[in-house]
């Protein structure tokens, strides 16, 4: 997952985009190049998803459709208009879920880096523990309160801490 959110990094979305629309086109020739043989309009999935961070939900459904007239298009199938509504449905609403996924986690990680900031400036102490009763954060407040041997709270079970 750390690969892929450094992939949809934004500083990466134009070289993303320039990559994206230069696999559609190889595929392209490639399906029509091999047209009589096999069709790899399937393929058409993967570029779009990879755009789909960077681009208006309008524009993911653009080139879904535009890919799907593409996979139709060179199809040694006779022409299907439901096969091409399918098609269409698939790959944009493929983009389109990869699109809510990346928005979300962005969303996740910029309201994770604001109550991180909330925490660590409050002057209130603030500790955080996990399910195992570990110390997972604590703000400058608690250290001072709490006032740990090695100075630091992280790690440390909150149990020693606590009247029994």
């Known amino acids: 997952m750390v690969s892929l959110e ?9 070289p993303v985009l320039i990559i994206s629309g230069t696999i559609i086109l190889i595929i392209a020739v490639v399906d029509w190049w091999t047209k009589p043989y096999v069709s790899l309009g399937f393929l058409y ?8 961070a960077f681009l208006p939900r309008w ?68 500790v955080t523990v996990d399910e195992r009763g570990f110390i997972e954060l604590a703000n400058a407040a608690a250290v001072e309160l709490l006032n740990p041997r090695g100075g630091d709270l992280i790690g440390d079970p909150i149990a020693a801490f606590l009247p029994e």
Not at 6 to 14: F, G, H, Q, T
Not at 45 to 52: D, E, S
């Open 6 to 14: 450094r992939l949809w990094n934004e500083r990466n979305r134009n």
């Open 45 to 52: 999935l993967f570029p779009i998803m990879f755009a789909a």
């Open 59 to 126: 524009l993911v459904a653009l080139i879904g459709l535009f890919c799907a007239v593409l996979a139709e298009e060179f199809s040694s199938l006779e022409p299907s208009l439901v096969r091409l509504m399918f098609v269409t449905l698939a790959l944009v609403g493929c983009g389109l879920f990869v699109a809510e996924l990346v928005r979300n986690r962005r969303l996740s990680l910029a309201s994770q880096a604001r109550l991180k900031v909330l925490v660590e400036t409050s002057p209130a102490a603030i």
